[in-house]
């Protein structure tokens, strides 16, 4: 979306945890009242992650709030799609915990998406959501989904199937997001496999942030888009590393979302 970089797109997917700056396992116990009440550097923070991310075309975004109590009622969507400079931003609130907590989703984008979508994800749980993004008209779209998936198997499968029947009649797509779930859970669902074939993003260990061992973080590409190298990037202020990469868009899909950047 970028002059110069018409066929590539700046890709990067983080979980914020609402900006609480987690170093350790005991952080879980001595933070944890910041889930719910505000925090004087938590401002900070943002305006500092508004800097890494304002390097990227499209950024999803997991555990941000949409202005409450804990937020110094900062929608922390708006917030740094300001300070970044991104023309586009989207919010889906989740869980709503009403002047305590906003738990959302959220989407950034250089490019206002020609149409989006809310999923409310299936699960015993209710509050997990998926955002889906189309760029373009026509079979040759991009589409991009922002997912925050469950912590139990049998609510991540109810997910990840119902994501399967959105993704399968779509050409060129992307899933990303803190899906909690490793590569071979993933591997292991074959239905969502055919549906997006888990091409070719290599894993990166993502979570805890402090000492990654585990990848739980997930950018996925249909086989139509190729892959740059993926990064994980420095720890910010959360308990997940952010994922980034370049993508390149085929003839088609480019010249869709081209014909949108200039309306």
Not at 85 to 95: E, I, K, S, V
Not at 100 to 121: F, K, M, T
Not at 194 to 217: I, K, M
Request: net charge neutral; aromatic share 6%.
């Amino acid at each position: 979306m970028h002059k110069g970089r018409a066929d590539t797109l700046r890709l990067l997917t983080y979980n914020l945890q609402v900006g609480i700056h987690t170093s350790a396992y005991h952080h879980y116990i001595t933070r944890s009242w910041q889930h719910l009440l505000p925090h004087s550097k938590r401002l900070g923070r943002l305006d500092m992650l508004s800097e890494v991310l304002g390097r990227f075309d499209i950024v999803g975004l997991q555990e941000v709030d949409g202005g409450s109590f804990r937020s110094g009622n900062v929608n922390q969507v708006e917030y740094l799609a300001h300070r970044a400079g991104f023309a586009f931003h989207y919010q889906q609130l989740n869980r709503n915990l009403g002047r305590v907590a906003q738990h959302s989703n959220g989407l950034l984008s250089r490019v206002a998406p020609s149409h989006i979508e809310e999923h409310r994800l299936p699960g015993t749980l209710p509050g997990r959501g998926a955002i889906h993004a189309r760029f373009g008209e026509g079979p040759d779209a991009l589409h991009v989904f922002v997912a925050h998936l469950a912590l139990s198997h049998r609510g991540r499968t109810r997910q990840l199937d119902y994501l399967s029947e959105l993704i399968t009649p779509l050409k060129h797509v992307v899933v990303m997001g803190d899906l909690n779930c490793t590569p071979d859970q993933l591997h292991a669902h074959s239905r969502f496999c055919t549906s997006l074939p888990l091409h070719p993003v290599r894993p990166l260990l993502s979570y805890p942030s402090w000492q990654p061992s585990r990848a739980l973080d997930h950018i996925l590409l249909s086989s139509s888009l190729e892959a740059g190298e993926i990064m994980a990037l420095d720890p910010l202020a959360s308990d997940h590393l952010p994922l980034a990469v370049d993508i390149h868009l085929p003839e088609s899909c480019r010249q869709a979302i081209s014909l949108l950047s200039d309306q």
